[in-house]
């Protein structure tokens, strides 16, 4: 691992991009204590309290093609959904990429890639709730000091979780999409659970059952098996 750590910084993923385009090593990490115009999915905007929280992006390069990134992003929520088990049993990822500490979401990321030179660049962005605990205007959110009710140092955090990054590297090398696939499905939110959705401005209950090869949801939903893109329907909690 290579850290490089600033005070403050736009946004980690928009430099690291760049970076990577100047022929960066896999596992260079870019820290940055605030970061002032973070992205979350989708064009969200991802917001941070400075000092509290982890923001960070870090570069993987490999031979994976664009039809089995959903695999790399299902293995990148599975090792954060492992890394979070330390602090409480209840870790889950709310499909597509929020990660979830009992109940609440604590952590959001965002996957932007390349190809360069034959590989495939992959550009990790991850912002963690740490030590903040003023949510009021975020009542779904949560961080691990409010879950523990300690205070953590947050370079510590930084370090255990890309040590486990490092540590469950060879899942992915070895392109064990089994399973990466089912560790994914052990993780995630509410399965198998009678739930509540917004589906064309009404609610409507139904069971989250899978993630299909495209990445899209699988929701039971009047006994039929229906598939769903980001933003076509939302989950209720």
């Not at 290579?2 to 991009?17: K, W």
Request: with cysteine; proline share 1%.
């Amino acid at each position: 691992m290579y850290l490089i750590s600033f005070d403050s910084l736009p946004n980690t993923n928009e430099f690291l991009v760049e970076l990577s385009k100047k022929d960066a090593n896999s596992w260079t990490v870019i820290h940055a204590k605030n970061q002032t115009k973070g992205k979350g999915y989708a064009g969200n905007e991802w917001k941070v309290t400075a000092g509290e929280n982890l923001t960070f992006s870090f570069l993987l390069k490999t031979d994976y093609s664009f039809q089995e990134l959903i695999y790399f992003n299902e293995w990148i929520s599975n090792v954060i959904c492992l890394f979070l088990k330390q602090f409480h049993s209840k870790s889950n990822v709310k499909w597509p990429n929020d990660i979830i500490l009992n109940d609440k979401k604590v952590c959001g990321i965002l996957i932007e890639n390349h190809r360069s030179n034959g590989r495939m660049n992959s550009v990790i962005g991850i912002g963690m709730n740490v030590n903040q605990t003023d949510f009021n205007q975020l009542p779904k959110a949560t961080s691990i000091r409010k879950v523990t009710d300690k205070e953590y140092d947050i370079e510590e955090i930084l370090a255990g979780l890309m040590h486990l990054f490092e540590a469950e590297y060879s899942i992915l090398e070895q392109k064990d999409f089994n399973q990466i696939h089912q560790t994914y499905l052990d993780n995630l939110f509410r399965k198998d659970e009678n739930s509540t959705f917004i589906l064309n401005g009404e609610e409507t209950n139904g069971i989250i059952r899978d993630v299909n090869e495209a990445g899209n949801l699988l929701i039971e939903i009047n006994q039929e098996l229906r598939e769903f893109k980001h933003k076509e329907i939302e989950l209720l909690f």
